[in-house]
């Protein structure tokens, strides 16, 4: 058999690398002969921006370890929108010359949506010219808003860090005997599971916090002022998470007025987080901070889980075996077979059923009063972030491998 | 010999409960009885607030393990400045009351500046009174801006997460072949001790923060827009690090205008981050992201250094056994013996030397060009972030100490 190919597109994650690894070991033991990296995703292969995985991996026998936990993409990435499969666009003659040149029998995608997309598109294209290489996308985004798969590669280390700062931060607001809110703004427009993930955060030595937000269900400011009213009764120090993605009924965005221009005239548009802090602060006099989770949601490699690394890897290795059973077209795909003990099994599922559809949390799985979730929600989150992958450490920092 | 009562106050760090254990143990171990602890700092004493600690420790076997990596305080804090001792105002009667009431040979405050002058006071008013109890001081800041001491306990352990950050960061901001500023704005008014500890993050595997700009010398935006153009032609993605003190040449902060309200009336004052991510869209007209690293650079105790840990531990230890010597009146404080290797011995000084002086970065440990730190700086911050505890986790999160 002839060569794979890999390439990672999209925004990044904890796992994506983790991803990567398993490609390149499933490759190793494969039938497949060379393993290609491309570079920025499918830029590579137009470029000819590739490089030689199998080669490194060679040279350095703890590359494949630190890999799967290192953070953001070791292959970097590309915002890069195929054209359609019919459109008689010349980009899809030079990708089938490029894989040609390269030898090419599979090509593994790790990405969101997009790169979905381009799988889709290339598999379609590759049946019009009765071409034999095999395209499959392997997931990734810590939205876990993908369709047919049970949950997303990134999702459980996104969790396992955000639930540890929600409790680290619920410490840090505990201190003062005075009455104070903290609200905490996490990633998600429209998909809630991230802002769920702070549930975990309430456990026999942490009260979690206190109120939980989320897109699938319209906010209301008066309700909101209403819930931290009545709990101010009863508690000194209220921490709230609130997705960024919250909307009023009209479905406006919660956000504070655009109209103000900064110094140097750009509109100045302050998110969900922000513009409750104003909220309270304005309407019950209390002490308010509001605290944007950031990009480290994303790339706290520091804290990842061990469970999302290890299934990472095994959705990487499953992606080649599907392509070395002749599978194309398809995205590999993780389904949950119990709660208690955890167990899951890995499957592939056609690419048009995922991809144009967002999986929002069930309406089922927010409480009634909708500022919480319900026991549903957290059976199913709680196995994702379990375990902690043995990080080296050098020099007092984790080591990563280097881009 | 009595009893001893030991209470927290200040603004929290992760290192904070490694002191108060530090004091647990040296108190068991030493000739004193009881070990009380006040609750929200001074205050439980004044309003009989105080727990009995050595029950807690008898209880649970794993207490004082666990309280060592615990972040925020355990006892709580206050913002409680004390009126000067010889102002004839009751309050001293009243605590030194409590303190009788309770059999009190010895009082330890763990805190900032605040704190120690507390010590200071208390063991002036005892001097007027031929008291015979002992007032020790044991520092604590993130911002390691105190005087006399080599670092403060809580520094290493925030260092360690901001260069980690940091890191994960730079990871995230590379993936993209088309030009990026990350802008990573870290905590500190007046001292760039925290900001320079994102130097740690070059290394190896890791080209590190790009420039870095402490609030110790004036910054100049049209040297920054320089600074970067400059860079922009050799690198695609640059990330800087600044201090949120940083000032102009006039010493005014750089922030984006306060003139404009939000929609509840309030005046938006945005920090050196963002004004920084407005001047360079503004200016270089390419994507830029500022991100504020926020509580956790005080709160992450799943990324402490245990180095920093150890030292907290040691002294609240030394606090102790001082107060056996019968001193008073003083902070426990860190001398560093050497850098390679690493080796520190523990002392004490009087509070008054300590409490009216921020120490500051040195200027010769800032370069030329006023965008990055020296040699000098970098062994100075290596071996405070060294080692990392044994976190005890279950369900997927670090296990802390209940508050």
Redesign the interface.
Known sequence: MGNVIVAQSG??TVAINASLAGVIEGAIASKYDKIYGSI?GI?GIKDDNVIDLGQIVDSDPSFLSKLKT????YL????FKLPSADSGDPIYDLLFKQFEKYGIDAFFYIGGNDSMDTVDKLSAYAKTIDSHIRFVGIPKTIDNDLCVTDHTPGFGSAS?YI???T???I??A????SPSVTIIEVMGRDAGWLTAATS??R????CGPDLIYLPEVPFNTEVFVNDLSRLLKEKTNIVVAVSEGIRDAKGEYIS??TG???????A?L?GAGK?LE??V??RLGIKC?S??????Q??????S?LTDIEESVLLGKNGVKFAEEGITGVMVIVKRVSNAPYTVEYSHATIHDIANEAKEVPKEWINADHNWVTDEMLEYL?PL????PTLE???????????
Do not use: W
């Not at 605290?291 to 480290?296: A, F, K, T, W, Y």
């Open positions: 925004g990044p920025n830029l290192t953070p953001a993409m970097g990435s590309c915002r396992k639930a540890t700062t409790m680290e931060v410490y840090d505990q201190i003062y005997n975990l955060a456990n026999e030595y942490c504070a007025s103000q221009l900064d110094q140097f005239g750009h100045q302050s513009t104003y909220l602060k304005d901070r605290i944007e989770v950031n990009v480290l994303r790339a706290a490699a520091h804290i889980s709680k972030v379990l375990g902690e450490y050098k020099n007092g920092l984790p080591v990563y491998v280097q881009r």
